[in-house]
C-alpha cells in the first residue's frame, strides 16, 4: 500500500528570524507556509515520507534560514533522557581529578553523551543539591568521587531513578558500582619500602575519617606495619584531603613522638607536610623519608621529588564511564565493584634512616 501522504501546501512567504529570541517549530512553520505538525513529521527522519519532498525541502530551507536547531530539553522531556552525565568531585583544585574527569568525558563523548562536572567542596548538603539540580535537568546517570560515610547521595539517586557510579570511593552497603584503586595494597607498598630501606619507626598522616580511600589505606598501614613485626610510631587524622590539613596535622605529629618516616594518605596532603619540614629546618628525604599516595600531577617537580603510589587516574574514568553505560542500557545488570592495581613509584623524598635516630 502507498504511503500516504500529506496535501501539498501553498508556496512559503519569505523566511524571516522570530521576533526574539530561539527559533521554534512554530517560527519554522510561518516561514514556509505549513502547520507545525508537518514541520515535526518534516524534520524527523522517522516520520518524513508521511511528507511530500517538496514540502520537505520547503521546510529545512526555512529551517536553515531561522537557524533552528532541535531542543534537547523538549526531547529529554519527551523521552526523558537528555544524553547528558553528571560528575561529581569533591574538590576541583585537587589535581588527581582533571585526569580521571577527562578520560570520562572522552569515552562519554565518543557515545554522544555530553558531562555536567560540578564540584561538592566535600560539603554534603550541596552534594545532596547539586544532585537535585541535575535530577531537574534530567541526567542519565551520576559519577560520584564526592561521596563520604554518612551522605544520602546514593539514596538520593535511588529515589531520582538516577543510575550512579562512584569514583575513587566505596561505600559499605550500597548497591552502587564502584570504581577504585586498591588502596591497602597501594599503602602496604609505601611500607614496605619504607621497612626495606631500614626504617623502623614509621608514622602515618592518615586521611578525613569517614572517607573510604582514608579508612582503606589507615587499615592498610596498620597490616603492613604488622606483617613486618611494627607498631605504628605515630598516628593523626587529616581534617581532609587539603594541603593546610596536611601542615595542621604534621605539626601535631612532629609534637609527639619521634620518627624516622611518614606514610601520607595522599599527595595533597604531603605539601602540608613539605611546608612544615621546611618551616622547622628540616627536610623530606635528608631528615625524614616521606611518602604520598595517587602520584597527581607535578608531585615529581617539588624539592625533593616525592615517592608516591601511582593510582590510574585514566583508567579509573574510562572504567566509571563505562560500568555507567552498562547499567543505563540495562537497570538490572550486576553491579561491578573494580579495584585497579597502584604501583609504587620512588623518588628522592625517601631514603635510609640517619644513623643518629
Same mark, same amino acid.
Given at each position: ?11 512559503? @512567504? ?70 547528558? +552525565? ?13 585526569? +580521571? ?29 547539586? +544532585? ?75 586521611? @578525613? ?149
Amino acid at each position: 500500500m502507498p504511503q500516504r501522504r500529506l496535501p501539498r501546501d501553498p508556496g512559503p @512567504p519569505a523566511a524571516s528570524a522570530p521576533s526574539c529570541g530561539r527559533a521554534t517549530i512554530a517560527d519554522v512553520a510561518r516561514a514556509a507556509g505549513v502547520h507545525a505538525s508537518t514541520v515535526s513529521r518534516a524534520l524527523n527522519p522517522a516520520t518524513r515520507g508521511m511528507v511530500t519532498e517538496a514540502v520537505v525541502e520547503r521546510v529545512a530551507q526555512a529551517a536553515a534560514a531561522l537557524g533552528w536547531r532541535p531542543s534537547a530539553l523538549a526531547a529529554g522531556l519527551r523521552t526523558r533522557r537528555s544524553r547528558t +552525565i553528571g560528575i561529581l568531585v569533591p574538590d576541583l583544585v585537587n589535581p588527581i581529578f582533571p585526569p +580521571i574527569v577527562r578520560a570520562a568525558e572522552t569515552l562519554l563523548a565518543a557515545q554522544g553523551y555530553a558531562t555536567l562536572v560540578a564540584n561538592t567542596d566535600n560539603d554534603p548538603a550541596r552534594e545532596e543539591m547539586l +544532585i537535585s539540580r541535575m535530577a531537574e535537568h534530567l541526567v542519565d546517570g551520576l559519577m560520584m568521587a564526592s561521596a563520604a560515610e554518612g551522605t544520602h547521595a546514593i539514596e538520593l539517586c535511588a529515589r531520582f531513578g538516577i543510575p550512579a557510579v562512584l569514583i575513587n570511593r566505596r561505600l559499605p552497603g550500597a548497591s552502587t558500582s564502584a570504581v577504585t584503586n586498591d588502596d591497602r595494597h597501594g599503602i602496604g607498598l609505601a611500607v614496605a619500602h619504607l621497612v626495606g630501606l631500614g626504617h623502623r619507626r614509621i608514622a602515618h598522616l592518615a586521611g @578525613p575519617p569517614g572517607v573510604s580511600t582514608a579508612i582503606d589505606r589507615r587499615e592498610g598501614f596498620l597490616e603492613a606495619l604488622r606483617a613486618a613485626g611494627l607498631e605504628p610510631a605515630a598516628m593523626v587524622d587529616a581534617a581532609g584531603y587539603t594541603r593546610a590539613a596536611g601542615q595542621a596535622a604534621m605539626r601535631a605529629l612532629l609534637a609527639g613522638p619521634g620518627f624516622t618516616a611518614l606514610v601520607v594518605a595522599n599527595d595533597m596532603l604531603c605539601l602540608g607536610v613539605y611546608d612544615v619540614l621546611q618551616g622547622s629546618g628540616l627536610r623530606a628525604g635528608a631528615d625524614l623519608s616521606v611518602t604520598g599516595f595517587n602520584d597527581m600531577p607535578f608531585v615529581d617537580l617539588i624539592d625533593p621529588p616525592l615517592t608516591t603510589i601511582r593510582i590510574q587516574h585514566a583508567a579509573m574514568g574510562r572504567e566509571a564511564a563505562e560500568a555507567l553505560l552498562a547499567e543505563i542500557a540495562e537497570p538490572a545488570a550486576p553491579r561491578r565493584d573494580t579495584r585497579l592495581v597502584p604501583e609504587l613509584v620512588i623518588r628522592a623524598s625517601t631514603r635510609a634512616p640517619k644513623q643518629d635516630h
